[in-house]
């Protein structure tokens, strides 16, 4: 450890911001240039559903890599917000910038209301009752045909707009959905880097440990499935927006399967794991589609092989924070005397 | 793509999958000379509902050889992309082939989910659009350049309700899938029904894959219905039927011709005997061009005799064919899709099929039951 915290101090002045600086400038330099040219519609749509998966993947991270919570229900929160844009935008004809925050509101405070009963579960028994939560929300929207149109699904008229001002070009639309994740995830790493994030991760590791030395489990617990559940939602209104028409099969079991693979792909607990997993699963079936029948089988050929070869994910946890603490780590700043303060 | 390379792919494919990669991008860019038009079709040839896309990739196989070897003065190449039914995924393919510039029209999706998800990127790219099942209500609504080869419920919810009532059934409860088509199942014929005078007992929705339908019944039953009128696949019907039979119910059951699959009375055996259905595609036709559809059909696979939905797609196909024909020389995408809207009594094996002002097809109906394990046409 000594060493690694010589590494810190030397490394607390400019070049901490050097990898965000990278990867700002990837997503919205480097990345816009390329696609503008090549101006295929195809890279800006694929571009666009990475990003949104890159941020349920991310939201899931929260609850599941950093709470250490199996939730299994994260598809339903998902599409509670893409039917509150949709609703919104159908029904009362608002836009893009009142139902992305408001789509949020609602998955989190839906969120917060399914766990007031079951946030006292534990290990399975939590698993379970998440995976019954996102059934019983796929059904309310599968089945209440009066309000969410059922299986009809709803068209979504409206693309992405700022106060009004139409964001609908290509690049528009690729900046839009991309200022929102970068936003988001930049808000998930500072929550899950920070006292806060230690907090929840001694929950995982254990939680009646933590009880008795005064973490408010249960709390901590309801703050990150609401939390978790906010973001979700706005990925579901950036979805609605931009295909511009949804139905319940959008947000069945297996997507919020396909979320925890990711995350799991990933490396649980590790955000950046959790980005490029949701990256490989949303890119590699794309990617392979020139093999035809075979390229599910080989998407499950390499989540297989990164599970057997990689069991901590592509990028695990250990090594992300060491990353990210030496990268980001704004609430560790070396003392100058050769010892950085917290994550010991 | 020629047969020649196209067995040359299928070899290479089994060699290994890297191989497989370069070849088939090789051949995709080679294959395609200076007279050669493109189609797009996405549909599911992975997940829960490959069994259809599998089917519907056959029947354009059997629809495109036989166009490509009818000495036309151009060819025509299908470039297949599986969605797996998923939202996701079509949207996806339907952006790539938009910017396919060759590309002039595209057929599918499977279900309406994927197929109206899709069709909000070809309503902006103007590229026609002809799915063989999609049946959502809305459809054909969202743009002039969505099409449907599929008799909506819309005319068959109606045409059965005036059946049943002319065998005298006043009390009918309905039954169907919850989803957009079941929807529209209940919807067309309820109104239908009351519309004749009729009522409806009892209506509700299931979910599909639904296991055990015991309760259901007994709700059916308890409303004491003259008939039951079903909207379900042949998946969920066999399993309705056998249930039925178990529990000794004798109402006479009807449905519509999405239920019209040689699996149903396979899955169901002597269950399905009685059960009457609406159809517009009978294999037993002795038409010379439903028979060599029905041969090609065998001799792909293994002697099976298609059912409805490949008919359909089959149909569409050629629709579709006719319609670059039509537009030829120099095809566009503007220009396949005003050919097809003008599509007028296109001689398919689902009977004449006309598109309506709102694109909808309209389709002869034939009223069929099933006797002694095999579907027969019936006149009343």
């Not at chain 2, 200076?34 to 896309?53: E, F, H, I, M």
């Not at chain 2, 297949?80 to 995924?89: L, V």
């Not at chain 2, 894959?209 to 008939?227: C, N, Q, T």
């Not at chain 2, 020389?329 to 396949?336: A, D, G, H, S």
Request: proline residues 4%; aromatic residues 10%; charged residues 15%.
């Amino acid at each position: 450890m000594n060493a690694f915290e010589g590494t810190l101090s030397k490394e607390s002045g400019g070049r901490r911001w050097l990898v965000p600086a990278l990867l700002a400038l990837l997503v919205f330099g480097a990345l816009p240039a390329l696609l503008a040219g090549f101006d295929r519609g195809y890279f800006y749509q694929i571009a666009n559903l990475a990003l949104i998966f890159v941020l349920l993947s991310a939201s899931m991270h929260l609850v599941t890599g950093v709470a250490g919570l199996l939730h299994l229900g994260h598809a339903a929160f998902y599409g509670v917000g893409a039917y509150t844009a949709a609703l919104l935008t159908s029904k009362l004809g608002l836009g893009f910038t009142v139902t992305l925050p408001l789509s949020g509101v609602v998955a989190a405070l839906l969120a917060f209301l399914v766990a007031l009963p079951t946030m006292r579960l534990v290990s399975i028994y939590f698993a379970v009752a998440t995976l019954a939560i996102g059934q019983m929300l796929y059904l309310v929207m599968l089945n209440w045909v009066d309000f969410t149109k059922g299986p009809n699904g709803i068209i979504v008229t409206k693309g992405f707009e700022l106060f009004g001002v139409a964001l609908s070009g290509r690049l528009a639309s690729y900046y839009t959905v991309a200022v929102v994740v970068v936003l988001c995830v930049v808000a998930i790493g500072r929550l899950s880097h920070s006292y806060y994030g230690n907090a929840l991760r001694s929950i995982r590791e254990d939680d009646q440990c933590a009880d008795a030395m005064g973490v408010r489990t249960v709390r901590l617990k309801m703050e990150v499935f609401t939390l978790s559940a906010f973001f979700a939602g706005v990925a579901g209104a950036l979805w609605a927006h931009m295909t511009g028409y949804i139905s319940p099969g959008d947000f069945k079991f297996s997507e919020s399967i396909l979320i925890l693979a990711m995350v799991v792909v990933g490396g649980l607990g590790s955000l950046p794991g959790a980005i490029i997993g949701a990256l490989l699963l949303i890119l590699l079936p794309e990617g392979l589609r020139a093999l035809g029948d075979f390229r599910n089988v080989m998407v499950g050929l390499v989540m297989f092989l990164s599970i057997l070869l990689l069991p901590k994910g592509l990028l695990g946890e250990v090594s992300a924070l060491r990353l990210v603490r030496r990268q980001l780590g704004g609430a560790w700043r070396s003392t100058g005397k050769g010892e950085g303060i917290g994550w010991r | 793509m020629t047969k020649g390379a196209a067995t040359m792919t299928v070899r290479l494919r089994t060699l290994s999958t890297l191989a497989a990669v370069l070849a088939t991008t090789a051949i995709a860019g080679s294959a395609l000379a200076a007279d050669t038009v493109k189609l797009g079709y996405q549909l599911p040839l992975t997940g829960d509902t490959a069994q259809y896309g599998q089917d519907f990739r056959k029947a354009a196989e059997i629809a495109l050889a036989e166009f490509n070897a009818a000495g036309k003065p151009f060819k025509v190449e299908i470039v297949f992309e599986d969605s797996r039914s998923d939202a996701k995924e079509g949207t996806n393919i339907a952006r790539k082939f938009v910017d396919d510039k060759a590309i002039v029209g595209v057929l599918g999706d499977f279900t309406s989910g994927v197929s109206m998800a899709a069709a909000q990127v070809y309503k902006e790219a103007g590229l026609p659009q002809l799915s063989q099942t999609a049946s959502h209500p809305d459809y054909a609504k969202i743009s002039k350049y969505q099409f449907r080869n599929i008799a909506t419920q819309a005319q068959e919810g109606p045409y059965n309700a005036k059946w049943m009532a002319a065998k005298g059934f006043k009390n009918i409860a309905v039954i169907a899938e919850q989803t957009d088509w079941g929807q529209s199942v209940v919807g067309g014929f309820s109104d239908a029904v009351k519309a004749n005078g009729g009522a409806v007992a009892f209506s509700e929705f299931f979910n599909r894959g639904l296991k055990d339908y015991r309760s259901l019944i007994s709700k059916i039953e308890r409303a004491k219905p003259d008939a039951i009128y079903t909207g379900f696949f042949y998946e969920d019907g066999a399993q309705f039927l056998r249930q039925l039979q178990q529990l000794g119910v004798k109402t006479p059951v009807y449905s519509t011709s999405a239920a019209y699959s040689p699996k149903l009375i396979e899955l169901a055996g002597d269950a399905a005997e009685g059960v009457h259905l609406t159809s517009n595609f009978l294999p037993t036709d002795p038409a010379p061009h439903i028979q060599h559809f029905v041969d090609e059909w065998k001799a792909r696979s293994g002697g099976a005799v298609p059912g409805q939905f490949p008919a359909q797609a089959y149909d569409a196909v050629r629709i579709m064919l006719a319609a670059v024909e039509k537009a030829s020389p120099n095809p566009t995408r503007e220009k396949v899709r005003d050919a097809l809207a003008q599509t007028k009594d296109f001689p398919g094996v689902t009977g004449k099929t006309t598109f309506n002002a709102d694109r909808e097809a309209e389709k002869e109906l034939v009223k069929v039951e099933v006797k002694g394990g095999a579907f027969v046409p019936v006149a009343d």
